[in-house]
């Protein structure tokens, strides 16, 4: 067969498309691939002990590999100062750096935090310390900078051994409780191991005048497969089926609360014509559980529906009676149908499915999870059944977003694989500061919630010892919570989602005064606060440019969060405003 001229340049662009691509990508990943920071000088400024033996503290965006690299200039010193509302957790982290020999039995005793005049303590109970453990991490697709042992798995044990020439971080994070009298406070961590002596490390904590709430404003949605629990807590020799079966569950359950704790709200799927699985929601509502799917089919399972018009016309009775049931228990307004995830958008069989649901019970929302955008002027009608669209971030498209917001859909977004534009990931080989700024993106754009796939996808490798836990060249995705000895240990990361989430929150509180403001006609009263407020609660370039471009800067983000704590403290002092 002879081929004309245009097939032979046609192959030949495509050709040299792919050979370039495939060129580029190798001069992306290893050649300009960005570099760690070297923090030799910081470091050595650092008065030591015996034996060279420095210890110092890390801020919680602080990434500190074993070489005592970082990913970022680091904000090390000799002591800790945090602040939080109540109902709040701050972390730090202090750091042994051992050059010359090893360090065997380190570990870390903390003392009450006592505010200035003594009077009020908070307990050391609410003190808790882990050690940061490494994983290996393999060659992504994706650009990184480091490819090796990363700091991610916060372990508890009771001491550790460091080793000679290596930086070891451990990680440390305050409760504050919700009832805590504002003030200053401090308290002390002393570092103690069997060849040196015991090292001190002052801590100051501010605990601002208001509480966070239980429930977040930000919904989110991460999956926790219960199923996969089994392959890291097999069954004991001497252990009933039954028994198994039951400590399995126990498990699961500590994981879900350790979730909501960190402000996770699992999608949980349930059945609520069960009174078995509808009596833990009572439960997981005092954790701040306030957004969960039901049903047992959709995205979740692999978008199970049946396929011919009868069969999906016959579930509709049992989605009515999920309604009624979810009305009956007051608990409508926290659901919704997980009802369909990714693939092509446009699909005929997605508006039968969300048609039947909205008839079945109008109450019930449908949830959808695509790359991109509905555009209803390409495809009138496709979407009319949908209520909560959550778009791929790397696909996010302003214009086409704000026309579905102007049709009154509910807009999320979700991370899933990182594909190398910059946006933010929870894979584990990011900046820390990517997991937390994922609220304040959100807040920039009136995106109401935020979906993960997985935090525990532990079937294709052991989550201590390699990275790859799934069959693409990815690192940690999907894999947020660590199969501890009978629960969940967490990581560095869901320890930065969370203080991301708690800085939604400081932002809805002075959202509030704004609003008090206005409601009470005190606009022009108190206009350089009202005029402060607007101004701190704008996400400008210089904090979020756009969904690939953020400030990298920990101590800047923090700095802002904190502006916001202050203005709100301010604005409670000022007569007629609370």
Same mark, same amino acid.
């Given at each position: 067969m002879r081929l004309n001229k245009l097939t032979i340049l046609t192959v030949g662009f495509v050709l040299m498309a792919t050979l370039g691509f495939k060129i580029a990508k190798k001069i992306h990943r290893y050649i300009i691939r960005p570099k760690l920071f070297d923090t030799r000088k910081i470091i050595s400024g650092i008065p030591s002990t015996t034996e060279g033996l420095k210890v110092f503290v890390a801020s919680s965006l602080d990434r500190v590999f074993l070489n005592g690299k970082t990913l970022l200039k680091p904000s090390f010193s000799r002591s800790a100062s945090?602040?939080?509302?109540?109902?709040?957790?701050?972390?730090?982290?202090?750091?042994?750096?051992?050059?010359?020999?090893?360090?065997?039995?380190?570990?870390?005793?903390?003392?009450d935090f006592v505010d200035s005049k003594k009077t009020t303590k908070i307990s050391r109970d609410n003190f808790t310390w882990t050690v940061v453990g490494y994983v290996q991490t393999?060659?992504?697709?994706?650009?990184?900078?480091?490819v090796g042992l990363?700091?991610?798995?916060?372990?508890?044990?009771?001491?550790?051994?460091?080793?000679?020439?290596?930086?070891?971080?451990?990680?440390?994070?305050?409760?504050?409780?919700?009832?805590?009298?504002?003030?200053?406070y401090t308290a002390t961590v002393t570092v103690k191991g069997l060849n040196f002596p015991a090292q001190t490390v002052p801590v100051k904590l501010h605990v601002y005048p208001f509480a966070l709430p239980q429930e977040s404003h930000l919904k989110t949605a991460f999956d926790f497969y219960g199923h996969l629990t089994k392959l890291h807590y097999p069954q004991g020799q001497e252990e009933s089926t039954a028994s198994w079966y039951a400590r399995l569950d126990d498990i699961n359950d500590k994981f879900i609360i350790d979730m909501l704790k960190h402000r996770m709200n699992p999608i949980l799927n349930l059945d609520p014509s069960s009174?078995?699985?509808?009596?833990?929601?009572?439960?997981?509502?005092?954790?701040?559980?306030?957004?969960?799917?039901?049903?047992?089919?959709?995205?979740?399972?692999?978008?199970?529906?049946?396929?011919?018009?009868p069969s999906i016309e016959g579930l509709r009775v049992t989605y009515q009676t999920y309604g009624?049931?979810?009305?009956?228990?007051?608990?409508?307004?926290?659901?919704?149908?997980?009802?369909?995830?990714?693939?092509?958008?446009?699909?005929?069989?997605?508006?039968k499915i969300a048609s039947m649901i909205h008839r079945a019970y109008p109450g019930l929302?449908?949830?959808?999870?695509?790359?991109?955008?509905? !555009?209803?002027?390409?495809? @009138?009608?496709?979407?009319?059944?949908? $209520? #909560?669209?959550? *778009?791929?971030?790397?696909?996010? /498209?302003?214009?086409?977003?704000?026309q579905l917001q102007k049709m009154g859909m509910e807009i999320w977004m979700y991370a899933s694989g990182p594909s190398g534009t910059n946006s933010p990931n929870?894979?584990?080989?990011?900046?820390?500061? !990517?997991?937390?700024?994922? @609220?304040?993106?959100?807040?920039?754009? $009136? #995106?109401?919630? *935020?979906?993960?796939?997985?935090? /525990?996808?532990?079937?294709?490798?052991?989550?201590?010892?390699?990275?790859?836990?799934?069959?693409?060249?990815?690192?940690?995705?999907?894999?947020?919570f660590y199969?501890?000895?009978?629960?969940?240990?967490?990581?560095?990361?869901?320890?930065?989602?969370?203080?991301?989430?708690?800085?939604?929150?400081?932002?809805?509180?002075?959202?509030?005064k704004l609003r008090v403001f206005h409601a009470k006609g005190l606009e022009q009263e108190y206009k350089k606060y009202f005029d402060q407020s607007v101004k701190l609660l704008t996400m400008d370039d210089s904090l979020v440019k756009s969904m690939w471009h953020f400030t990298k800067e920990g101590d800047y983000l923090k700095s802002r969060r904190d502006a916001i704590a202050l203005e709100i403290e301010e604005i409670n002092s000022l007569p007629g405003v609370r």
């Open positions: 945090i602040s939080s509302a109540g109902n709040g957790y701050e972390s730090f982290q202090i750091v042994v750096d051992s050059p010359f020999k090893d360090q065997p039995g380190v570990f870390l005793q903390t003392s393999l060659p992504p697709y994706y650009p990184v900078k480091f990363w700091p991610d798995p916060l372990l508890r044990l009771k001491s550790y051994d460091v080793k000679a020439g290596t930086t070891q971080p451990f990680w440390l994070t305050v409760y504050i409780p919700q009832d805590t009298p504002a003030g200053d009174q078995v699985e509808l009596s833990k929601i009572d439960r997981y509502r005092t954790f701040g559980l306030n957004n969960f799917a039901i049903g047992k089919h959709g995205g979740t399972f692999d978008n199970n529906w049946p396929k011919d018009d009624e049931d979810l009305k009956l228990n007051q608990l409508l307004d926290f659901t919704y149908v997980y009802t369909w995830d990714e693939g092509q958008i446009g699909n005929p069989l997605v508006p929302k449908n949830m959808v999870c695509y790359h991109g955008f509905w !555009d209803p002027a390409q495809n @009138p009608g496709w979407g009319r059944d949908l $209520d #909560i669209w959550a *778009f791929q971030m790397d696909d996010f /498209n302003e214009e086409k977003m704000h929870l894979a584990l080989d990011f900046d820390s500061i !990517d997991y937390r700024i994922i @609220p304040w993106i959100c807040w920039k754009y $009136d #995106i109401r919630g *935020f979906l993960y796939w997985c935090v /525990n996808w532990w079937p294709n490798a052991d989550p201590f010892k390699n990275a790859r836990n799934t069959q693409w060249e990815q690192n940690g995705n999907g894999l947020l199969p501890g000895d009978d629960g969940p240990w967490d990581s560095l990361r869901v320890e930065n989602f969370r203080d991301g989430m708690q800085d939604y929150e400081y932002i809805q509180i002075l959202l509030n």
